[in-house]
């Protein structure tokens, strides 16, 4: 498994721009899904953007798609999501996820697909 830490979040005026981050440790593997979720209030989690780091593939929510991009640093073993326009309905606790050797059609954004989660930063956007 391994541990996750998102960062970045905050209070940011519609149409402005945030990126988050998550950094991972603990155990190394060949390859990942990682991927960011976001829960608001009374409605449940929803994924809205997902990447496999060994291929780079990345698949995006329609919610999001032209305005958030998911990225990642190998090196640093972190993840990044730089959401830009962002709207009111963006608001919300962003979860970075991973899950170790998962291949697929494409990198999945359900919510049972991964094993290990952050703790969430906060995003709100007035």
């Known amino acids: 498994h391994v541990q996750l830490v998102e960062s970045g979040g905050g209070s940011v005026q519609a149409g402005g721009s945030l990126r988050l981050s998550c950094s991972a440790t603990?155990?190394?593997?060949?390859?990942?899904?990682m991927g960011w979720f976001r829960e608001a209030p009374g409605k449940p989690r929803e994924g809205v953007a997902s990447?496999?780091?060994?291929?780079?593939?990345?698949y995006y929510d329609d919610s999001v798609k032209g305005r958030f991009t998911i990225s990642q640093d190998s090196t640093k073993r972190t993840l990044y999501l730089q959401m830009n326009m962002l709207k009111p309905e963006d608001t919300a606790m962003y979860y970075c996820?991973?899950?170790?050797?998962?291949?697929?059609?494409?990198?999945?954004?359900?919510?049972?697909?991964?094993?290990?989660w952050g703790q969430g930063t906060q995003v709100t956007v007035s």
């Open positions: 996820a991973a899950r170790a050797n998962f291949m697929g059609a494409r990198p999945p954004l359900t919510f049972g697909t991964y094993s290990d």
């Open positions: 603990g155990e190394r593997y060949s390859s990942y899904c």
């Open positions: 990447i496999y780091t060994r291929s780079g593939d990345t």
